[in-house]
């Protein structure tokens, strides 16, 4: 089992939609979870980031923990054409290296 | 946020020559830099986590002779691509980290440099 599973997608959406986006991962020492979003041919950019269980809430962006179930989850309200990028949920211990999924790419449509 | 950049962006080089891709944590000082590497469509690997002056450690299958690290410095860190082959063209792509108050190491990653072996 990898450490961490990701949809690949595509997900396409029209504008105004709500998009979720979901990991799991295996390792319940992971203690911080992260949502990164990168454009084609660009760097990864973070988004949001969660310690522990819990709900996380930046504009339209929402981030899920639930460590029980080894689930983390991203939502955006109001999708909007410049949303489209893929979506990276990545998970580490304090100071490790990041382990990543494999990423989702979100196309949001006008 | 915090600026980290990497030069060059895309590089071309021909097989069997050696390449230098450089990492540079512009605003803060980075107690660790990662190395990660990227195909068309494919996630980030990890290929090693570097500490400022001292070796790297490489992830299980990447060739230390190979893929030669160096963190000179708190601001900078260098991947050379030894002996370049068509099957190392790829998007590499560098983070620092730099501990937070809130005890959370966040990652800043670089814009990437396109790696084409010919």
């Known amino acids: 089992q990898k450490e961490v599973e990701q949809d690949p997608g595509p997900l396409s959406v029209p504008e105004g939609a709500i998009v979720s986006l979901n990991c799991t991962y295996s390792?319940?020492?992971?203690?911080?979870f992260m949502w990164y979003r990168q454009y084609s041919r660009k760097g990864p950019e973070l988004l949001m980031y969660t310690y522990s269980s819990g709900n996380k809430e930046d504009g339209r962006f929402t981030a899920q923990v639930d460590k029980s179930s080894k689930y983390i989850s991203l939502f955006i309200r109001d999708s909007q054409p410049s949303d489209s990028a893929t979506y990276l949920c990545a998970v580490n211990q304090a100071g490790t290296a990041l382990i990543f999924g494999k990423g989702t790419t979100l196309s949001v449509s006008s | 946020g915090a600026v980290v950049s990497q030069h060059p962006s895309r590089v071309i080089c021909k097989s069997g020559t050696s390449v230098k891709i450089e990492c540079r944590s512009l605003d803060f000082q980075a107690t660790t830099m990662f190395w990660y590497r990227q195909f068309p469509k494919k996630s980030l690997m990890l290929m090693a986590t570097s500490n400022e002056g001292s070796k790297a450690t490489y992830e299980q299958g990447v060739e230390k002779d190979k893929f030669l690290i160096n963190h000179a410095s708190l601001t900078l860190s260098t991947l050379t691509v030894t002996s370049a082959h068509p099957e190392d063209s790829s998007f590499y792509i560098c983070?620092?980290?730099?501990?937070?108050?809130?005890?959370?190491?966040?990652?800043?990653f670089g814009p990437g440099t396109r790696l084409t072996v010919t």
């Open positions: 390792n319940s020492a992971f203690q911080y």
């Open positions: 983070s620092a980290s730099t501990p937070m108050t809130s005890g959370y190491y966040e990652q800043y």
